[in-house]
């Protein structure tokens, strides 16, 4: 049976006197005055590669701490597939241990997702620790779509599974935030580049639009 592993659960942090430290911290003070237009934005002569590098890891620390809290019901018996509802079934692939799609449970598809991220923002040959002088090369973006398209299923496969455990712990304002902040980024940067992925999650998606005065 499938047992979750502890190590995903490792918070990614930065190092303080970093320039990636420096953008991290501007952005949460940005989220903290309420302002997620704003906060996704590329600082004004800011490096858009650590912009990038370091909301990226951003948000894997703060799926990783969503899912950790509804964890305890996304077992294989209530979640033998990876889905968002009915019409969504995700499988796993990541060229190594699992060379085609391959249909997993969802806490084991999570589980395999966190530790295979967590690998690529501590190599350095993937996900540079300081983009100063470094171009921000085709490679590094097309492995970005893949990170926030799977990031995203995590989102939907918590909205469409677990979003009465999610309002019974009182996390609902906390799943929409992050979420609108998560999508609010992807769409700046156009990091999930097809719009039929994000289907599953259309209206959650329609409504943040409205709110901001913008088109999905």
């Known amino acids: 049976m499938f047992k979750r592993s502890k190590t995903v659960v490792k918070k990614k942090n930065f190092s303080p006197g970093t320039r990636r430290y420096d953008?991290?911290?501007q952005a949460q003070a940005t989220l903290n005055a309420g302002d997620l237009r704003k906060a996704v934005k590329l600082p004004s002569g800011g490096n858009l590669g650590d912009w990038l590098a370091a909301n990226t890891v951003d948000f894997f620390n703060q799926v990783n701490l969503l899912y950790s809290a509804i964890s305890s019901y996304c077992t294989e018996e209530t979640c033998p597939t990876m889905s968002a509802g009915?019409?969504?079934e995700y499988h796993w692939?990541?060229?190594?241990?699992?060379v085609k799609?391959?249909?997993?449970?969802?806490?084991?598809y999570v589980d395999l997702l966190l530790q295979w991220i967590q690998a690529i923002v501590e190599d350095e040959s993937q996900f540079p620790s300081d983009f100063e002088g470094k171009a921000v090369t085709k490679e590094f973006i097309v492995l970005l779509h893949r990170i926030y398209k799977r990031l995203f299923r995590v989102y939907a496969h918590i909205y469409c599974s677990h979003l009465d455990k999610i309002r019974a712990n009182g996390l609902e304002a906390h799943l929409n935030t992050g979420f609108?902040?998560?999508y609010l980024f992807v769409r700046e940067f156009r990091l999930i580049e097809d719009k039929k992925e994000m289907e599953p999650l259309k209206e959650v998606i329609e409504a943040a639009c409205k709110q901001y005065g913008i088109s999905p």
């Open 86 to 88: 009915p019409k969504y």
């Open 101 to 108: 799609p391959t249909p997993v449970s969802a806490p084991k």
């Open 93 to 98: 692939v990541d060229g190594v241990d699992y």
């Open 180 to 182: 609108k902040h998560f």
């Open 23 to 25: 953008l991290h911290m």
